[in-house]
């Protein structure tokens, strides 16, 4: 195994969950989504991990400094990798945790777990791929939450805000996995919040967007940002997003490019007539941001005109974006965006790709699992690879379970069928570098149903 490799993967989670038009904090889940957890089946093919006398190591520093680049992974490479079961983790499973990759360690923190998903989580673990080993993370400074913005810094995780065991919580901590320590983050500009966004741009943490309160008197997601400087350890206020008269934004989604920070507000506007009756209107505005300027600036070519009216390419709604180096890959949508409505449902659909360089969309060209409910989307550094797909077809030419996974090649443009999953529906998704890690509430996928899993972890990738 080549550490060097591992350690300069792209360490970036597809399918980032969005700031999303909730009015209150919201913890529990229905039955539907989760159930006590139950032993895999014995018929699931997932290969064990070899047996060892312990799974959990002890706290032991290792450096997530970046050698040189990884070598490109392409999507037919892909193809001949395989599912194997990670060991079990020293940390329940959950959902809406923290997660990092540091170049040498999957990192996870915090969350929401039980039955319901009402137990807020406030331990973490760290998993090192190369020794196959967990390490328990040592106490952190802040309390259990859940719904909380999180970033690699390229050194350090950074956590901040969520739906916390004391409230809606405006502090954060940062970790480092080197010390093996954390420290508390000094207080901020911004209030306390649920689903705000971090990204790393231009040496810094931004920290955008998020849900009101419950108590709040309006729907309008926060639209107010702030930069933190692990440098210097100091917070500062930066422009806000710009607001257009008479426009509820329920929704914003950021990504950060090399020094630009991208963000979308989903919004809707209600016209009453001369009749007293209204209609409401919804459309995607993108603008962006120059750190360096604290400027903002409209994106008109490439936003989502007034009642999706699209002749531009751009996608029908926009709930995670993911930056590959060179484009913007924005996965398909689980619904079309119309405003404060539940939206025509998009049981499949493809993937688009904003150029900055030209400011152009592009839709990816139509692949083999484009019919199956969207999956999550991990970008290798080299090719991007669809799994974790949640819909289940049957007809005259059999069945397909969810799980299924297939790899786009932006090279060829082509698409590559891959294995699919033996379980599915895990929070935690990173590339370590020469292979895929999946950790969470994990399912065994069965026909006309799902059965949970108590496997927590799984990895696609070759021999190692």
Excluded at 13 to 32: H, L, N, W
Excluded at 202 to 211: A, F, M
Excluded at 336 to 350: I, K, N
Excluded at 429 to 455: F, K, Q, R, Y
């Amino acid at each position: 195994m080549s550490v060097a490799q591992r350690a300069a993967a792209v360490a970036v989670v597809i399918g980032v969950v969005v700031v999303g038009c909730s009015s209150g904090s919201v913890r529990g889940r229905s039955a539907s989504e989760s159930s006590g957890v139950v032993a895999l089946s014995s018929s699931a093919p997932v290969v064990s991990p070899p047996a060892s006398a312990s799974a959990v190591s002890p706290p032991v520093s290792i450096s997530p400094t970046s050698p040189p680049a990884s070598v490109p992974v392409s999507a037919a490479a892909l193809a001949s990798y395989h599912w194997s079961a990670l060991p079990p983790a020293p940390i329940a499973a959950r959902w809406d945790a923290a997660s990092a990759w540091t170049g040498r360690q999957l990192l996870i923190w915090g969350g929401d777990y039980g039955p319901r998903g009402d137990q807020l989580a406030g331990d973490g673990a760290a998993y090192d791929p190369t020794t196959k080993r967990w390490t328990k993370l040592p106490a952190a400074p802040i309390s259990a939450r859940t719904q909380l913005a999180s970033v690699w810094t390229g050194s350090e995780l950074f956590i901040w805000g969520g739906d916390a065991a004391d409230g809606i919580s405006g502090n954060g901590a940062i970790y480092n996995p080197v010390t093996m320590k954390w420290r508390k983050l000094p207080a901020g500009p911004l209030s306390g919040r649920t689903g705000a966004q971090a990204v790393w741009v231009d040496n810094e943490v931004i920290v955008i967007g998020g849900d009101p309160p419950a108590t709040s008197t309006t729907q309008q997601v926060h639209t107010d940002l702030a930069t933190f400087s692990p440098t210097t350890n100091q917070w500062t206020a930066l422009a806000p997003m710009p607001l257009t008269a008479n426009q509820l934004v329920l929704a914003v989604v950021a990504v950060a490019t090399n020094d630009r920070l991208y963000a979308w507000e989903e919004w809707q506007r209600s016209v009453e007539d001369a009749n007293g009756s209204g209609t409401i209107y919804s459309g995607i505005d993108l603008y962006i941001f120059d750190p360096t300027r604290n400027t903002w600036t409209p994106d008109v070519a490439a936003s989502r005109p007034t009642d999706g009216m699209a002749d531009n390419n751009s996608p029908a709604g926009i709930e995670s974006a993911i930056w590959t180096g060179a484009n913007i890959l924005v996965p398909p949508p689980t619904s079309g965006w119309c405003g404060d409505c539940p939206g025509p449902a998009l049981p499949g659909g493809r993937a688009d790709l904003l150029n900055p360089s030209t400011n152009t969309w592009t839709t990816l060209p139509a692949g083999p699992i484009d019919d199956f409910n969207p999956g999550v989307f991990v970008w290798t550094g080299s090719s991007v690879i669809d799994f974790n797909t949640s819909s289940e077809t049957n007809g005259p030419n059999g069945s397909t379970l969810p799980g299924q996974a297939a790899a786009w090649d932006p090279r060829t443009g082509a698409w590559t069928r891959l294995p699919a999953a033996p379980l599915y529906g895990g929070d935690v998704s990173v590339w370590d570098g020469e292979g895929l890690l999946e950790w969470g509430m994990l399912d065994v996928p069965t026909a006309n149903s799902s059965v949970p899993s108590s496997t927590t972890g799984v990895q696609f990738g070759a021999d190692r």
